[in-house]
C-alpha cells in the first residue's frame, strides 16, 4: 500500500493561489468547541444535574463591551444544552478568580472550596479593617506572627538536625556494626555463652541482640 501513497501534490504552472476561495467564518462568530463542564450544574427548567467533567459540544464567543476583558484578559462565552430537556445553558470565564461563573439556564452546585476561599479573604479584609482602627490589635497580630514563624523555623531546624544524624548514622553503619559484633563476641566469651549455628554451620548474631548490648551511639 505505500507505493499508492501519494507524497507530492501537482500544481499547474497558471496556478494563482488569490483565486482560491477562503473559508467563511463561523456564524455570528461562534466557534464550535468540545469540552468537559468545569463544574455541576442543575437545570433551571427540568432540575436535572450535569456533573463536571461530562463532555459536550458547546459553542464559544468572546464577551465584548466594556466588561469583556479583565486587566487586558479575554472572556469567554461557553453556550450547551441541557441533556435532559435541551434548554440553552450559558456560562463565561472568570479570569479575576481563576474561575467560571455561572450566566443563566442553570445554578451551579454548592462547593466547599469555593466559599471556603471566600471566607478567608472576608477573614483577611475584616482583620486588615480591624489593624487600621485599632493599633494595639496590629500590635498584637504581628507578635503572633513573628511567634508562629519563630516556632516553624525552630521546628525546621530540628528536623534538619535530625536528618543529618540519621545521615551520619547511616555512613558509618559499617564501623558501628562491626564495633557491635565485636562488643557481643566479647561479653558471650566472658559469660561462656555459645554462638549460634545457621543451617550452614556459620554463626549468626541476631540484629536484636546486637542493638541490645550496644546503643546507637556506639
Known sequence: MGERK???KYIPADFDPQLVSRSKKPK????PVRMMLPFSIQCSTC???LYRGRK???KKEAVKGI???????QKFRFYIKCSACSRPVTFMTDPKNADYEMESGGTRNYEVWHDENKTNAAFE???EEDEKLDSMKALENRVEESQREMAELDALEEIRAMNQRHVSLMKGGGRKMDAAEAVLKAREAAVGVPDDLNENGGQEHSIWSIEQYCPWWC
Open 47 to 49: 432540575s436535572s444535574f
Open 67 to 73: 466588561h469583556g476583558k479583565y486587566l487586558g484578559i
Open 125 to 127: 479584609k475584616q482583620t
Open 56 to 58: 459536550f459540544n458547546s
Open 28 to 31: 455570528d462568530d461562534l466557534v
Open 6 to 8: 501519494v507524497l507530492n
